[in-house]
């Protein structure tokens, strides 16, 4: 992703970083010559900073999660008040079948207002993190291959001494995969249904790319292994219930839930959960409080 970036923007701008991406540049140069940190610190940080930068929208997310979860008795209603008007519709009768969803939409925006939650909001975390991710990634790459920036082809750490060169001991690339692939793994745990699925299917990916990234020069992997090592740090703090209390979010709770019955729950084919809108996590087949 971060070479086709850097294709495109050399053909569209004569070999000349976008404006955005010579701003990043410049704020990481300032930090390196204002705080004296070497570059492989100064791109370690880097990382870190954005993952905390992310994490209110992050938090964000989970309460319009938690809201959603609170409106299910309610989708559930609606629901079964259109399954009833659509039985007592004639076939034939196209408008009372068009009427009926035009309520039932009405009836969804209502449900979303009520609860103050939108669709978009419970992928808020995601939407910010990902493009900031790629965008500093190309900036610190587009950084380290100009040689435009002092300092380093000397300022990396043990083994990785020249941040420009690429990692012959596959020892970066390879950290930073499993890196990736943990941080997954852990969000896995968390998740059932489409987002396991989804989740599963970025392991995938970062096993697959592995060839590719031994192609990157050293210096990028400072920055993803502060972004990864962070965002590790993010998850198994959220999965602990006194953290999430001190910032305003319901506590994880442990329940034996299969994604169909959760689905079937949703459209009002089961009584409603009673956790009150708390994160529901799969684990072995009894009930505790985390």
């Not at 408008?95 to 039932?104: N, P, S, V, W």
């Not at 992928?123 to 990634?137: E, H, N, Q, R, T």
């Not at 793994?185 to 968390?190: D, G, K, M, N, P």
């Amino acid at each position: 992703m971060v070479d086709v970036a850097a294709s495109v923007a050399s053909s569209s701008t004569g070999h000349e970083p976008w404006a955005i991406v010579q701003g990043v540049q410049s704020v990481l140069e300032m930090v390196h010559t204002t705080t004296g940190l070497p570059w492989w610190a100064t791109l370690l940080l880097s990382g870190v900073t954005v993952r905390a930068a992310i994490f209110p929208f992050y938090v964000f997310q989970i309460q319009a999660m938690q809201r959603l979860m609170r409106a299910r008795p309610d989708f559930s209603k609606l629901y079964s008040a259109y399954k009833y008007a659509r039985t007592f519709t004639p076939g034939s009768d196209h408008k009372g079948h068009l009427d009926a969803i035009l309520l039932g939409r009405r009836g969804f925006k209502a449900v979303m207002k009520k609860y103050n939650t939108r669709p978009i909001q419970t992928i808020m975390g995601s939407v910010a993190y990902i493009p900031l991710f790629a965008l500093m990634a190309f900036s610190a790459r587009d950084m380290i291959r100009s040689g435009n920036f002092a300092g380093l082809d000397s300022g990396g750490l043990l083994f990785w001494t020249n941040l420009m060169e690429t990692d012959s001991t596959y020892v970066l690339p390879i950290l930073a995969a499993t890196s990736t692939y943990g941080n997954l793994e852990l969000s896995v745990r968390t998740k059932s249904g489409f987002w396991t699925t989804l989740l599963q299917g970025g392991q995938y990916i970062t096993i697959l790319a592995v060839p590719v990234m031994v192609n990157l020069p050293q210096g990028v992997f400072f920055y993803w292994l502060g972004a990864s090592w962070s965002s590790m740090a993010q998850t198994i703090a959220m999965n602990n219930n006194n953290f999430r209390r001190r910032i305003g979010l319901l506590p994880r709770i442990t329940e034996t839930q299969p994604p169909a019955a959760a689905v079937a729950e949703m459209l009002g084919k089961a009584p409603p959960d009673a956790t009150g809108g708390a994160t529901v996590v799969k684990t072995a087949p009894t009930k505790s409080q985390q």
